[in-house]
Each structure stands twice: as C-alpha cells, then as structure tokens.
C-alpha cells in the first residue's frame, strides 16, 4: 500500500484546511486509516481514525473542529480542519493498517505512512 499525503498549507488561526490522503496498491487490506501529527519537537501524535466499517475517533483537543471522512470511489481519506489554532500547526501524517493473508492463509497485518504535509497556523 502507499500513500500520498497532500491539502497542507499557511492559513490565519480560525481557517480552514482540508488534507486528502490517497491509498493505492492492495486497497482491499485496508482495516483503517489515521491521521498523524508531529510538531516541532514534539513527538508524533494520533490525532484521527476512521476504521473500515467507517467508525471514527478523534483526540481531545480537535473533537468538534476536525473531521475524518473517506470516499471509496477515489481511495482517499480526508480530513477536514476547521477552526484552526497556532497549535494545531504541525506536519501532518496519515497511515495505513492493513490486513492480509499469506499463501498458507495465516494472517499478516501491517502499516504504512505516508509522506508529511505541513500545516502552518498564524495568529
């Protein structure tokens, strides 16, 4: 599976932004998708998911301004930013966990990122 990361950009606190996360390869072994972020020397944090049968889940500081979403049609995930703060400035990641079957049908579970997008938030 790979995927590719874009949407980011600079936008003033209380714009908006929304990031698009195109899968391809072996689509059919994706069980769910999620969005990174990493700021300046901070360490790389979940900030959304949403799962195969479309379930989401958020991290505190972005429920109510953030949304997941997916679109079968075009394999990609998105995420729609709203409201955003200078905190909210980081690069963001999405990532990929897959479920497959070897030949002799054990299961082979993995993940994928894909590359950084940066979001800039002025005050």
């Known amino acids: 599976v790979q995927l590719q990361a874009s949407g980011g950009g600079l936008v003033q606190a209380g714009g908006s932004l929304r990031l698009s996360c195109v899968a391809s390869?072996?689509?059919?072994?994706?069980?769910?998708t999620e969005w990174h972020r990493q700021a300046p020397g901070k360490e790389r944090k979940l900030v959304a998911d949403?799962?195969?049968?479309?379930?989401?889940s958020y991290e505190d500081s972005v429920k109510g301004r953030f949304t997941i979403s997916r679109d079968n049609a075009k394999n990609t995930v998105y995420l729609q930013m709203y409201g955003l703060k200078p905190e909210d400035t980081a690069v963001y990641y999405c990532?990929?966990?897959?479920?497959?079957?070897?030949?002799?049908?054990?299961?082979?579970?993995?993940?994928?990122w894909g590359q950084g997008t940066q979001v800039t938030v002025s005050s």
């Open positions: 990532r990929a966990h897959t479920l497959s079957y070897t030949s002799s049908g054990e299961p082979e579970v993995a993940a994928y």
């Open positions: 949403i799962n195969r049968g479309g379930s989401t």
């Open positions: 390869g072996n689509i059919r072994s994706i069980t769910s």
